[in-house]
């Protein structure tokens, strides 16, 4: 399977702020997705990353709060925009070739929120 | 609606056996996971299970019985790193994995 860079690994943000997590992977990949996970829960997805358009988004999460950009198969961003103390979670990347294939994750970026 | 049900936790012994169950209702089935994480670490893929029956896979075996909407992950031979959560997934007919809330498996000398 491939390898899922993340970074940053762990931030500490202002309330009202933005952050841009950046997820490379190296080889080409089909599919890309950003999950969150909070403390002692499991995963939720907040969208699926599209090449060259707009992200596909999970119900619960908007394009406005969370903007992701996927510009090429190995390399996606996401933003938590005007952070909120609720926002403080694990955002993983991942990505997988087949539908029928395995997720593998990145190292997932610890986001606290003060 | 959509559900996977695992115990929350677990303890078990080193150098012993515990099996980790998994019940799931989802709309279709194309296949079932098993990840580990480790505290403060990402998933690690385990096992994947889409035919009925045991996956061997050294320490670790997975079972699946379809018709019982029901899987378990099997580890032998515990070791004090099999400390971990460990996920299971499943792959609804819309190729969406669905996430149980991770069973906390705590190990003791």
């Known amino acids: 399977s491939a390898v899922i860079s993340q970074k940053p690994s762990r931030d500490i943000c202002q309330r009202g702020t933005s952050l841009t997590i950046q997820c490379q992977v190296d080889s080409q990949v089909t599919m890309m997705f950003w999950y969150r996970q909070q403390p002692g829960q499991s995963l939720t997805l907040i969208a699926t990353?599209?090449?060259?358009?707009?992200?596909?988004?999970e119900s619960g999460f908007v394009i406005d709060k969370f903007p992701i950009s996927r510009p090429n198969l190995t390399f996606s961003t996401l933003t938590v925009s005007n952070m909120s103390p609720e926002d403080s979670s694990i955002y993983l990347c991942?990505?997988?070739?087949?539908?029928?294939?395995?997720?593998?994750f990145g190292e997932g970026s610890r986001l606290t929120v003060l | 609606g959509q559900n996977i049900d695992q115990p929350t936790e677990m303890t078990a012994t080193e150098g012993a056996i515990v099996q980790i169950n998994c019940t799931y209702q989802?709309?279709?089935?194309?296949?079932l996971f098993w990840y580990q994480q480790h505290a403060g670490e990402a998933p690690t893929f385990l096992s994947y299970n889409v035919l009925d029956g045991l996956e061997e896979k050294g320490r670790f075996s997975s079972f699946l019985s379809r018709s019982k909407g029901y899987s378990y992950l099997l580890l032998k031979e515990l070791q004090m790193k099999d400390s971990a959560s460990y996920l299971c997934a499943v792959k609804d007919s819309n190729y969406q994995l669905i996430w149980g809330a991770g069973t906390k498996l705590i190990i003791k000398p």
């Open positions: 989802t709309s279709g089935f194309n296949g």
């Open positions: 991942s990505g997988r070739n087949r539908e029928a294939g395995e997720l593998f």
């Open positions: 990353a599209n090449q060259g358009s707009e992200a596909t988004y």
